[in-house]
Every structure is written in C-alpha cells, then in structure tokens.
C-alpha cells in the first residue's frame, strides 16, 4: 500500500479497527515520511489539549414545577390526611358515647322531682273526677288534703 | 476508569418518573462538558451558560422521547449544537462574528499556549471549529458526531482533517516557541 492509503489522523483519534491499526503501525515502522506526519498531527492535538477547561460560573440546577404540585383540595385525598380525620372522628365520638356518671346530689334532685310530679298528677285527676259529683265536696276534700299535707 | 455508583440510564429513568433529583444528578454530571463546548462555540461565558440552561430543559422536557438511553451524551450534545447554531444564525445578520480574537477575557486563559489555542480555534470556520470541539475535546466517535451534527460521517471528517490542518499550520510558532 502506498503512503497516501494510510489515514494517520484516524490514527492518532482513535477512529481505526484493531487490524487497521497493526497494519498502519507495520507500514509506519518501515517509512519516515507516515512517522512525521503521524507525528505532527499528534502534536497539533496535544497542542489543542493546552485550552484550559472552564467551570460554569453557576450550577445548573431545575426545582419541581409548582404547577405539577397538589392544590389544597387535593390535599384532603391525600391518604395520610384521610386516615387522620378517621382518627379525630373516632375520639369525638368516644367522648360523646362514653360521658361521665351522675353524682349522689344530682340522681337524688331528679327522684324528688320526678315523685313531686307524680303526686302533683294524682291530685289533678282526684280533683277532676270529683267535680262531676259535687262541688261542696271537693272543696271539703281540698281542705282536707290541705290538712294532711301539714 | 471513572466508576459510577449509578448509572446515567438509572437517573434517566427515574428523571422520566418526575424525580426532578435524579435530573439534577444527571445535570451536574454533563453540565461542565457542555458548558465549555457552547463556550467555544459562541464565545461568550453568558450566553453559553444560558444555552446550557435551554440545553438541560429541552432535554427533560424531551426525555421520554430519547430512544436509547445508552445514548444520553450524543442526544444532549445534539440539542445543545441545535440551540448553540440558532444564536449564532440570529447573530449574523448583525455582521457579528461568532469568534473574534480576544472576545474571551485574557485572564481566564493565562497561558500563552492556552490564549494560542484559542485563537487558531476561532479562525475556523464554526463547523470546522465544533467539529474539532465535539472530537478533540468531548471524544466522541465519527458515528456520534455524524448524529449530532445530522451529516454523513465523510462529512464530519473532512469538516475535521481541515480544521486540522490548518491548525497544524495556525499553532506552528506557538509549538516552535513551546519546543524551543
């Protein structure tokens, strides 16, 4: 093969096949003129390698679009939260079920007033059934509760 | 070798679940690369930070459509030449030139061999220059430059083996003055 067949800049880029390179390499040991060109494009390319490398002068970072997030609604969906109102719901209702017992004072006032009552009944519709009959003797019956009462 | 607890594919993968973290991970790992390949590209810290920015969000927005994700870095480098040439084509009609000797500032390149490189690149034309960019700098393989770029893979070379020749010619007193 002739010199011109041999690509040294795919060479020195690392653009040849295994083969490609032993061959080249094999015609390269044999011919000064494949070496100095090899040679200067390596050169050119390490030459290239002296442009310093920059640093971005900020980082380059994105954040979660605010679009994309739950609106407040979407809120009350959440698992988390519906397990949270269940429980809050549950203690509400243990405290209206389960309240507290009466104390002595109290049950006693609520049986005097419930037996207050009953008499009070009793007397209307004593009074009731006896003023068909005669009304002298239901005001002599009047007196006469008066006086066992006292 | 650089070992990689997590892999790009498993970043992307979660990225295209919503995790924004995972996106961000994979960002800080390509974030540098493609800053300074824009920054050699239009010349100017801004702009390539700006262009890097479009560059990530179009890529997240466009990520469920990346077909293999063993692919990331050639997909991302096509975006980011995609955004990178369409500043430069509404520069033009300004009569701005995409690079001009010592449009970078001086004292971020202090070498002299450094400050040399730069201004060879800028003398090429802007394919010629990406071509050297995306080869040279980022390693990518002819395959990989021909789908960014969207051209044949001769193309790409010969875009390349220009660019490199007249380098050789253009960095000839900076190598003699290094070698002297």
Do not use: C, I, N, R
């Given at each position: 093969m002739s010199c011109e067949q041999y690509d040294w800049k795919a060479y020195a880029l690392g653009e040849m096949t295994l083969a490609e390179r032993r061959e080249a390499e094999a015609h390269g040991t044999t011919c000064d003129h494949c070496r100095n060109e090899l040679a200067h494009v390596r050169l050119t390319i390490d030459t290239l390698s002296a442009l310093r490398e920059e640093e971005p002068p900020r980082r380059i970072a994105f954040v979660s679009d605010k679009v994309f997030e739950p609106r407040w609604w979407q809120v009350f969906l959440r698992p988390s939260f519906a397990a949270a109102l269940v429980v809050a719901a549950a203690i509400l209702m243990h405290g209206y079920l389960v309240r507290p017992a009466a104390s002595d004072a109290e049950i006693q006032a609520r049986v005097d007033q419930a037996v207050s009552r009953a008499v009070a009944e009793v007397e209307e519709r004593n009074v009731a059934a006896l003023n068909a009959v005669d009304g002298k003797v239901t005001s002599l019956y009047v007196a006469a509760t008066g006086i066992v009462r006292q | 070798m650089i070992f990689r607890e997590v892999e790009d594919r498993d970043l992307i993968a979660k990225a295209r679940k919503g995790e924004v973290e995972a996106y961000n991970l994979l960002v800080s790992r390509w974030e540098k690369r493609v800053f300074n390949y824009l920054l050699r590209l239009v010349s100017n810290r801004e702009d390539a930070l700006d262009l890097s920015q479009e560059a990530f969000l179009k890529a997240y927005q466009s990520l469920p459509k990346l077909?293999?994700?063993?692919r990331f870095g050639a997909w991302l480098f096509r975006i980011a030449h995609n955004e990178a040439f369409s500043l430069l084509r509404r520069r033009k009609p300004e009569g701005?030139?995409?690079?001009?000797?010592?449009?970078?500032?001086r004292e971020l390149l202090p070498i002299e061999l450094s400050l040399a490189v730069e201004t060879a690149l800028g003398r090429l034309s802007e394919e010629q220059r990406e071509a050297v960019l995306l080869k040279?700098?980022?390693?990518?393989?002819f395959e990989e430059m021909a789908e960014i770029l969207s051209c044949p893979v001769s193309t790409v070379k010969s875009r390349l083996y220009t660019a490199l020749d007249l380098l050789k010619t253009t960095l000839a007193p900076a190598i003699l003055r290094g070698e002297s």
């Open positions: - | 077909d293999d994700p063993g701005e030139m995409p690079l001009e000797k010592g449009t970078v500032s040279v700098y980022q390693g990518f393989k």
